[in-house]
């Protein structure tokens, strides 16, 4: 064989073989190219079947402002297809709310300059003419190299969240408005401590706005110290955890903010939350210090009437026993009178009756009848009858109730009869009986005996 055609085959071989390894690295490349551009292509199902099925609004923004994608989503928000967003970039400013709007401009703008992620809420409305509330967050999105390559957001439609909010907003003014109504203080307090609700009254009586006691510790704000963290938290405290029974009913101070101490009866209960933890204390105060001071008075001034009650019982002891001495006094000196008028003078008497002669004998049984009135026990009756005549009345009223007639009394008295007469219509009319039909010597027997 020719050695240069032999050399020549020798090369045409291995130039075959070259090709067939060059196509095999050439099947290999179309192989993994395939691989990875189905790879690719499933990756790209995947996160379009992922966006496009996310139930937010997901969007992605050029820096051009070009609108690059939008999720499916946007109509059941907005009731406007996705391609009106495609076509127009800038449909989202025409159906936010005109009070929104200016905000939106300056929060999107911020957003394509590349800044921070940012969120605000804003209203749209809806294709049916509603009124719908977003809640829109977005932030930048850079590639690998940092490059911005727009701005990724999403909207989320919370108008039910902000119905139950203003629900809860409008329950929660209507429930402040009947707290702030109520003439006591109402306040509830986390388990912490802290304010978290106080009405009209409790912030008049403290003489702080709202803003400024919500939050606050109620224990170092609103009560005297050391008093307030020293003593009262330290119960509060234990109730949190469970460990004391809350006293239904309770009284402390509490300090208003020039310093002022007020009274405050309260009655608490403990708030729990829906698993039956402890989570904080609502409490009704009513302010009592007015009531205590009168109270306090009240009892002072009972002591004092009961100091002079006392005083008073001593005295009126002290003046019985005086009255009980001069009664007793009294009784044996009328013993005495009486003794002495029957010792002495009785005897005189019956010796003089015995020689006179009968028209004497009237004036000494008038002296015995008078002297026996007067050392009998009823000579105080007749003390009080005698009070208001004159001597020559008495005289009269004596003789009368000794049954002497008018006659009789001229002659033991040498006037006439109708001057006696007089004198009786006196001693009727001082009696209280000059118009009444009663007889006086009967009336006078009435009164002596």
Request: include cysteine; proline fraction near 3%; charged fraction near 30%.
């Amino acid at each position: 064989m020719n050695p240069p055609r032999h050399q020549e085959l020798k090369s045409l071989d291995q130039q075959v073989d070259d090709l067939r390894e060059a196509n095999r690295q050439l099947e290999k490349e179309v192989s993994e190219r395939i691989k990875a551009e189905q790879a690719l292509r499933d990756a790209v199902l995947k996160y379009r079947i992922v966006a496009d099925n996310t139930y937010d609004w997901e969007f992605w923004k050029a820096p051009s402002g070009e609108v690059l994608y939008v999720s499916p989503s946007c109509k059941r928000i907005t009731g406007i297809d996705a391609s009106e967003f495609y076509e127009y970039p800038d449909f989202l400013n025409r159906i936010i709310h005109p009070d929104d709007l200016s905000a939106w401009v300056d929060h999107r703008c911020a957003a394509l300059a590349g800044h921070e992620a940012a969120s605000m809420t804003f209203r749209i409305r809806h294709s049916d003419s509603s009124e719908r509330w977003i809640e829109h967050v977005c932030q930048p999105v850079h590639d690998d190299q940092g490059r911005f390559l727009g701005v990724r957001g999403s909207n989320r439609d919370i108008s039910k969240r902000k119905r139950a909010e203003e629900a809860l907003r409008h329950e929660r003014d209507r429930a402040q408005s009947y707290l702030d109504t109520v003439e006591t203080v109402i306040v509830t307090l986390d388990s912490e401590g802290r304010i978290t609700t106080i009405n009209r009254k409790g912030c008049q009586l403290l003489d702080h706005t709202e803003d400024e006691l919500i939050g606050q510790f109620w224990f170092a704000t609103c009560l005297p110290q050391p008093y307030g963290t020293e003593k009262v938290y330290p119960y509060f405290l234990k109730l949190m955890s469970g460990e004391l029974e809350a006293a239904e009913y309770f009284e402390n101070p509490i300090v208003t903010r020039n310093g002022e101490l007020r009274q405050i009866a309260w009655h608490n209960a403990l708030l729990r939350d829906e698993h039956g933890r402890i989570i904080g204390t609502l409490s009704s105060g009513e302010d009592v210090t007015e009531r205590r001071k009168a109270e306090q008075e009240l009892k002072i001034a009972n002591e004092i009437l009961e100091a002079k009650h006392a005083a008073l019982r001593e005295k009126n002891l002290a003046l019985k026993n005086v009255l009980e001495q001069v009664s007793s006094e009294k009784q044996l000196l009328k013993a005495q009178i009486q003794s002495n008028v029957d010792r002495v003078v009785k005897p005189t008497l019956r010796l003089l009756r015995q020689k006179v002669d009968v028209s004497t004998a009237s004036f000494v049984d008038l002296l015995d009848s008078n002297l026996q009135d007067i050392a009998s026990p009823l000579a105080n009756r007749l003390q009080s009858n005698y009070a208001s005549l004159s001597p020559g009345e008495i005289a009269i009223y004596s003789m009368i109730e000794n049954g002497l007639s008018s006659q009789e009394m001229a002659n033991l008295r040498g006037v006439s009869v109708q001057t006696i007469s007089m004198q009786r219509k006196r001693i009727r009319r001082k009696l209280g009986i000059a118009n009444q039909s009663v007889s006086l010597p009967s009336l006078l027997k009435s009164l002596t005996h």
